[in-house]
């Protein structure tokens, strides 16, 4: 949707002339305007613009807040006093961010993606395992019986530790992270 200036520090709720510095800070217009005609504004585009500007604005105060905290040896910062407390949560705040950013990149993903993706993964496999017994008959027909009941037994005991492939996940994760680097 398109609006003019008014309108849009009406959005806002700001005043025109924050409209006006805005522009000059790089907000996208939709037509520059000028010569008596207003200039207008794309909401989306400036919405979008607006949230980039508060996330960049805030990662440079943290940036800052970060480097001056920085500048006080951690070793002279004593726990319980506003110092270090202010130096824990910055670098809380700082660790967050780029853990967010990281997983904005895809470089990182959680834990309960990489869970569901196993499981569907082990889902579709037991799947497959299964028309196997059929298919290997169909292929053979002349194929013992006896045979093709070691197949199907194989594939069922195959089929069942892929299912129960989600539950443990969480006791492979612990015992990965209790083996020695």
């Not at 195959?158 to 994760?173: E, F, R, V, W």
């Amino acid at each position: 949707m398109n609006v003019e200036k008014k309108e849009l520090a009406d959005i806002f709720k700001v005043n025109v002339r924050t409209i006006e510095r805005w522009q000059a800070e790089g907000m996208p217009t939709a037509f520059a305007g000028g010569n008596g005609v207003s200039a207008n504004f794309e909401t989306a585009s400036v919405i979008a613009w607006y949230v980039n500007r508060d996330v960049e604005i805030e990662t440079e105060r943290l940036r800052k807040e970060m480097e001056t905290l920085r500048a006080i040896e951690e070793s002279d910062l004593k726990p319980g006093t506003i110092d270090y407390e202010r130096y824990r949560l910055t670098k809380a705040q700082a660790d967050a961010q780029e853990l967010k950013n990281m997983k904005d990149e895809a470089l990182v993903i959680e834990t309960e993606f990489c869970t569901y993706a196993l499981v569907r993964m082990t889902n579709d496999i037991a799947a497959i395992l299964n028309g196997v017994p059929l298919a290997v008959q169909r292929r053979f027909p002349d194929i013992n019986e006896l045979h093709l009941d070691f197949v199907k037994a194989e594939i069922a005991r195959a089929s069942h530790i892929a299912s129960q492939t989600g539950d443990k996940i969480p006791a492979y994760l612990e015992e990965y992270l209790n083996q020695p680097d």
